[in-house]
């Protein structure tokens, strides 16, 4: 856990006044109004506090990518083996065939359309189960959660689908994925996004997202979103690193898969961590509490939320994200 003071104002010191009838005494003075408790607090902690937490931060979460070394450089490998691009060989001899069978690939698409199938049925993704003693009164009820939930999937969220199939192509691949279900900062709008296993960083030995003592989403903004952000304080109006960072070997063998490159100019999207990790900012018990923390790859905070649902006595820890699991363990 990490350890840091929000900045109040300094408490203002009742004024000494004369009244009316000629008599001296103390006017109570204004008192500063709390924080709210969806305020970004990285607005109330001194800047030397924030540096030194955003350091803190990032050395840990390198610390977590280098505990999953090995996983990377297996997963690299594996994707050479879906057979979707041609390679020129020179072992055991120049000119040796440079493809690979596409058996893989087929396994993994067959998954992905046969699961994506299960999901979503003509009917709609979702189906209630009555627990417990039946009434008609309880089937209505249901039918209505049931349509409910089917619309706001198939209608409002109209990425849910494609997302869905994204996310059931990497689970077959890498054998983990996630998706992260939140309300759009902006917008407000209810948002359902893939988020790929090399995208998402967890501990090692972390058994749980519910347990894990911190977890770290990597993802991408576009600069006039970042703008957006800072302009509604959502983010700290400060100037975040924009310079590219090093691609991975993951990340280069995927874009040759699919035929991309890098742009040569610094005009594409930045690149920010999502930290969701317990820290003791405000506690009165030393006790370190969830919370939701954004910053740059240089480590400069933009902003830092509380975690728990307002009036929780035990800040139980909000789980924004669901993690699919292919291969046990």
Same mark, same amino acid.
């Given at each position: 856990?990490?350890?840091?003071? &929000?900045?109040? /104002?300094?408490?203002?010191?009742?004024?000494? #006044?004369?009244? +009316?009838?000629?008599?001296?005494?103390? $006017? @109570?003075?204004?008192?500063?109004?709390?924080?709210?408790?969806?305020?970004?607090?990285?607005?109330?902690?001194?800047?030397?506090?924030?540096?030194?937490?955003?350091?803190?931060?990032?050395?840990?979460?390198?610390?977590?990518?280098?505990?999953?070394?090995?996983?990377?450089?297996?997963?690299?490998?594996?994707?050479?083996?879906?057979?979707?691009?041609?390679?020129?060989?020179?072992?055991?001899?120049?000119?040796?065939?440079?493809?690979?069978?596409?058996?893989?690939?087929?396994?993994?698409?067959?998954?992905?359309?046969?699961?994506?199938?299960?999901?979503?049925?003509?009917?709609?993704?979702?189906?209630?189960?009555?627990?417990?003693? &039946?009434?008609? /009164?309880?089937?209505?009820?249901?039918?209505? #959660?049931?349509? +409910?939930?089917?619309?706001?999937?198939? $209608? @409002?969220?109209?990425?849910?689908?494609?997302?869905?199939?994204?996310?059931?192509?990497?689970?077959?691949?890498?054998?983990?994925?996630?998706?992260?279900?939140f309300p759009d900062p902006i917008t407000e709008a209810a948002r359902a996004r893939y988020v790929p296993a090399e995208k998402f960083i967890v501990p090692y030995g972390a058994t749980s997202l519910?347990?894990?003592?911190?977890?770290?989403?990597?993802?991408?903004?576009?600069?006039?979103?970042?703008?957006?952000?800072?302009?509604?304080?959502?983010?700290?109006?400060?100037?975040?690193?924009?310079?590219?960072?090093?691609?991975?070997?993951?990340?280069?063998?995927?874009?040759?898969?699919?035929?991309?490159?890098?742009?040569?100019?610094?005009?594409?999207?930045?690149?920010?961590?999502?930290?969701?990790?317990?820290?003791?900012?405000?506690?009165?018990d030393g006790i370190a509490t969830p919370h939701i923390v954004t910053l740059d790859y240089s480590g400069k905070i933009l902003s830092i939320y509380r975690n728990w649902e307002e009036g929780d006595?035990?800040?139980?820890?909000?789980?924004?994200?669901?993690?699919?699991?292919?291969?046990?363990?």
């Open positions: 856990s990490i350890e840091v003071d &929000i900045e109040t /104002e300094a408490l203002p010191v009742d004024d000494m #006044v004369e009244f +009316e009838d000629g008599s001296m005494g103390y $006017e @109570k003075a204004p008192q500063p109004e709390p924080v709210a408790f969806n305020a970004n607090l990285a607005l109330t902690i001194p800047e030397n506090e924030l540096s030194t937490m955003g350091s803190k931060l990032l050395q840990d979460i390198d610390e977590d990518k280098m505990s999953r070394k090995d996983w990377e450089e297996s997963y690299t490998k594996g994707l050479s083996l879906l057979g979707m691009k041609s390679e020129e060989m020179t072992e055991p001899w120049p000119g040796a065939c440079g493809l690979f069978h596409t058996m893989v690939a087929e396994a993994v698409v067959r998954f992905q359309s046969n699961a994506i199938m299960e999901i979503f049925p003509p009917s709609g993704p979702c189906k209630t189960n009555i627990i417990g003693r &039946i009434t008609e /009164e309880i089937e209505k009820q249901a039918k209505r #959660v049931q349509d +409910e939930v089917n619309y706001q999937l198939v $209608e @409002k969220i109209d990425d849910y689908r494609p997302e869905t199939e994204k996310l059931l192509f990497g689970l077959a691949a890498s054998g983990s994925a996630f998706r992260k279900i519910a347990s894990a003592p911190r977890y770290t989403e990597c993802f991408s903004i576009n600069r006039n979103e970042l703008l957006k952000m800072q302009v509604n304080g959502i983010y700290r109006d400060t100037q975040v690193d924009e310079s590219v960072p090093v691609v991975s070997a993951l990340q280069e063998k995927k874009d040759e898969i699919n035929r991309e490159e890098e742009p040569p100019t610094l005009d594409g999207d930045i690149e920010l961590y999502e930290c969701h990790v317990d820290l003791d900012i405000d506690s009165e006595p035990f800040k139980k820890k909000i789980l924004w994200y669901v993690d699919y699991s292919y291969v046990p363990g």
